[in-house]
């Protein structure tokens, strides 16, 4: 049984403890017998309200817990100001979120001028103060959510959450927050870093996929779900409970266990993205490389395919744009996918999963340009005194390339 397995439960509140004013059915029981056991709880929850509020209304239900053992996104949030030097933050919350963050020494303001705008839980938010948000994160104050749930479970259905005042932002403002709450990794790293229990013996309890289970896997930790959720087709996704419990109840269950998760090489991407890359070879067999501007990395021609595009179109355009030459493609050199190689984040933090379909190709006309808004430096070299440092897939790919085989490589 799953209560034996583990020494610590991450416990997700709302839908998994409580849902609305009411326990879920068997957790007030389950909760003591825990403890009994000896076994360290947390109750994890991207609600931004104080940890003394959440501890009332666990106790309130009959459920033992204390204010050491709640992380909430506005304890994470408030920690992280604080670690980053950060003097004062408008608070877009509640009064406890605001307690919160004066706790750990970070002013909390009503207004600008501030080095942070923290995006919490506020009924009384206007558009004019996402407007002066906005405009605020634009001249480079720190965007930073306590957490980007769109919507929270209620009796009545789904109701609008942090995530959409978060999204608000976004969108006025083209800036992507630091987001502090499951399922990014703060939130579970502070958990760890508290608990007795290694992580291999800790076990995180959650209702949502996408929030809970991935964050758990994101740190390593088993997950799994309660209540009912579709499973995700791959199995491989992030997402993926490694057990499915219906109550709390079911840690007691002999007859349920969990699968191991073992954390792959790779982070969880946001989304697959189809990329093309090109070998172009000269008459007398040298590649043409260029320098990207984005990390400095000597590399073959590669980009994005747009919306509508071929990737035939595609990769002629991306050479064209990066080099200033013409081409016309010889041959499919192989099409990359596996997630190992092809997962790249992004300096802004921005992580893809690339479906790259690699081409050789040859010059047909234009003229090479050293450089461009993409580009630090272009050249022809000889495919066995390649320049460094290099993008680390594509000598795979040029060696795929001069590899006499016809068909084409696929991994
Ligand atoms: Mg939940």
Known sequence: MLAAAFDAFLLDLDGVVYVGEAPTIGAPSALRRLRRMGKEIRFLTNNPTGTDVIVKRLNALDIEAHEA???TSGTVTALFLAEHNVGSAWILGQTSLKKTLQSRGVSPLSGPPCDAIVAGWDDGITLGNIREAATVIRKGALFVATNEDRTYPDPQGPLAAVGTLVEALIAASGQRPLSMGKPQSPMFDLALKNLKAGKHKTL?????????????????????LMGEAPAFPHCGDFRNPDGRISSLSDLFNPGISVKKWDLPSYQWPERVEAGVAAVVLDDDGNVLLMRRSDNGLWGIPSGHVEPTETVKAAVIREIREETGLETEIERLVGIYSDPRSQVITYPDHRIRHFITTCFLCHPCGGTLQSCGPETLDTAFFPTEALPEPMMTMHPR???????????????
């Open 69 to 71: 053992e709640v992380i």
């Open 204 to 224: 995180m309890i959650g209702d949502t996929p996408e929030i809970d289970i991935l964050g758990a896997h994101r740190a390593g930790i088993q997950a799994v």
């Open 397 to 411: 790919w040029l060696a795929d390339a001069l590899a006499q085989v016809k068909e084409p490589f696929i991994r």
